[in-house]
């Protein structure tokens, strides 16, 4: 390969999370001359931490309301439930799913208003209340004294996913680090470290957290990334699976559970504000947490853990999570980030949309470097 004739190329992915692994399958779909480069690992970083809850909006939707996020993320289920059933517009039907449903449930009386709320019909054609008789194992202990209610909203393994949209095109996803970006009205000149040289009409940046930098080599200065911390605890024992999220008297879950083999892996409300804890402090936390809202299950023989993640978003003026996936485009630079692992294929649509490549021959390319792919948290 003669390293001093640039690579051509319709459309440049940068960062191989799950957005860029999506976005380059549908444009590959279309004959669309589309690369993906990665710095680190094929996976990215927070699509691996995720939990791999293909939500429907209906956490959101327990103010009483469909907020902005429900509502953006109301079609997700049924979209991806296509695709784990091969008739999608990608066939993930080779992707572990870990459970059809999760489950939400109450430590203890709920109150009034959100009682009534559950009750409501909007809720009752999202949420099923379990019978007693129907409960899984873990909540079949007589120290249960809560309601249950199913979501029809699947979990799925995140390593997997990754996996399979790998696959179709691993030949088209290559490591570099980029070293100098130049924009011009004919197309864009990329200089990796290693002394390549790539040239693509459009880039399309998709690295998470990494977006900041390469905006700034850009000279962008709009969107703004906000990065909202975590710090999720892991914990490895004899654990039973639960795909659950626990309500107290308010309509923000204390803690979102999701297992794999003998692995919980805890989120939501103790991940967002343990994160200027010290990981000690944060596992004590923990310990106290599901001692008071599942003390039948003995956890005292688990191996504890925590592991600290941001996540990577567009800023908006509260701080707080965007609604919606967000995409913008700047001559031909266009930024993504999904927000949310559900609202993945509404992204890649959405950039779809912004793009209109002239078709082309492609220059064939070999010999790229390979990228390694990202491992479990826990691993």
Known sequence: MNDSKPL??????????????????????????AWLIENKQLGGIQTPASQGIIHGGTKYALTGKLSESAKAIGRMPELWQACLE?????????????????????????????????????????????????????????????????????????????????????????????????????????????????????????????????????????????????????????????????????????????????????????AEAGVDLTPQQQIAKAKSLLKSIIPWVNTESCEWDTLFIDRAEPEIASGLKPADAFVKKEGRVITAWPTKLALTPRLSEQILNLISIPKAPAQEIKDLPSVPLCLAPWQ
């Open 8 to 33: 051509e190329m319709d459309v440049l992915i940068a960062g191989g999370g799950v957005a860029g692994l999506w976005l380059l399958n549908r444009l590959r779909q279309q004959n669309i001359n």
């Open 86 to 270: 091969g008739r999608g517009e990608l066939d993930l039907s080779k992707v572990e799913v870990f459970a059809q449903h999760q489950y939400l449930w109450s430590t203890g009386r709920l109150d009034s208003n959100l009682a009534q709320f559950f009750a409501s019909k909007l809720m009752q054609s999202r949420m099923l209340a379990v019978k007693k008789e129907q409960f899984p194992e873990l909540f079949k202990n007589p120290a249960f004294k809560g309601k249950l209610y199913q979501l029809n909203e699947a979990v799925i393994n995140p390593l997997s996913l990754i996996k399979v949209l790998i696959e179709p095109v691993k030949q088209y996803c290559f490591y570099g680090d980029i070293l100098e970006i130049k924009q011009t009205d004919l197309n864009l000149t990329l200089q990796l470290k290693s002394g390549l040289t790539l040239q693509s009409q459009q880039l399309i940046l998709t690295a998470g957290a990494g977006n900041a930098e390469l905006l700034k080599q850009l000279n962008l200065t709009q969107p703004k990334q906000q990065l909202r911390p975590l710090q999720m605890v892991i914990l490895k024992g004899n654990l039973p699976p639960l795909y659950a999220h626990c309500l107290g008297a308010s309509t923000t879950p204390k803690v979102t559970i999701t297992s794999a083999q003998n692995i919980w892996y805890l989120g939501g409300q103790i």
